[in-house]
């Protein structure tokens, strides 16, 4: 038996990307999963794929009550919530002299406050030895000109696990997060699809590829498993590498190349 096996798992944000590879994997270990995202259709349509005991149920970080809502309904539903991944997520780039407000909180917002939102509600459901991973960003630790509100939310999400990690761990509950680099899912076309874009981010990769979404799944099913019962606090950077080069200058590239 697999060591999430029969494990209510929630996912947020998972219908697509490094959120749909995670719960893949893990109800291919038998977790039973829950796709919860913004995108309803879709979220129905992943667990429909998933078939077995997996359901769906539409969520937005940014609302409080969507979020306690969603847990509260789950641990009534299926008896316990044992293990919560968080992939919300948005980018909203601009220099900082041009940014406007609304984007810079809409970033803070989806990225941080709603992460606030799941570790909270999903904590207060939760019994000892469940696991709360969080996805951050390469951005946590590397700066990069254009994305002020994503570097300053994914690093905020970083030091909101750890003090997490620390008021949850007399519950048993750990809490982790993983930073992926650049990993290839639709949030990033903007940037895979950009040749000389694409070719920095190889540069200043070690390993010399993108990520695939499956690379994190593998470190979420490590998180969130008995695997790694001694781990909390950790923010494990996923990345190729790329953390020990630097961060592309993504905007100086496109104002190039709008001229
Ligand atoms: N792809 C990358 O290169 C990369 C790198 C570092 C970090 N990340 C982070 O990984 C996470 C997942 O990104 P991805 O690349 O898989 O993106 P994605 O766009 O493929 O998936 C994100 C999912 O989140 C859902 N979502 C968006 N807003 C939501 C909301 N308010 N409430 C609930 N669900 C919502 C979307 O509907 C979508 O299904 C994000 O937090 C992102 O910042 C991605």
């Excluded at 007399?170 to 694409?198: C, D, F, H, M, W």
């Amino acid at each position: 038996m697999s060591a999430v096996s029969g494990r209510t798992t929630v996912v947020i944000g998972g219908a697509s990307g490094i959120g749909w590879a995670s719960a893949q994997l893990l109800a291919a270990e038998g977790a039973t999963v829950v796709i919860a995202d913004i995108d309803a259709d879709q979220a129905a349509a992943r667990a429909g794929e998933l078939g077995g005991g997996a359901r769906s149920v539409r969520v937005d970080v940014t609302d409080e009550e969507s979020v306690r809502a969603l847990f509260e309904g789950t641990a009534s539903d299926l008896g316990s919530v044992d293990i919560t991944l968080n992939c919300a997520g948005v980018n909203l780039p601009g220099m900082i002299v041009d940014l406007d407000a609304a984007s810079w909180q809409r970033t803070l917002d989806l990225c941080l406050t709603g992460a606030f939102h799941v570790i909270k509600h999903s904590a207060r459901v939760m019994g000892a030895g469940a696991a709360i991973t969080s996805i951050t960003s390469l951005n946590a630790r590397q700066p990069a000109a254009g994305f002020a509100g994503y570097c300053a939310a994914k690093a905020g999400l970083a030091m909101l696990t750890q003090v997490a990690a620390l008021e949850l761990g007399e519950k048993g509950i750990r809490v982790n997060a993983i930073s992926p680099g650049l990993v290839e899912t639709p949030l990033v076309t903007g940037l895979t699809s950009v040749p000389v874009i694409q070719d920095d981010f190889t540069d200043n990769t070690p390993l010399g590829r993108n990520g695939q979404p499956s690379d994190v799944a593998q470190a979420v099913l490590y998180l969130s498993s008995d695997a790694s019962s001694w781990v909390t606090g950790e923010v494990l950077d996923i990345n190729g590498g790329a953390h020990l080069r630097r961060y592309p200058d993504v905007m100086k590239h496109l104002a190039t190349l709008s001229g």
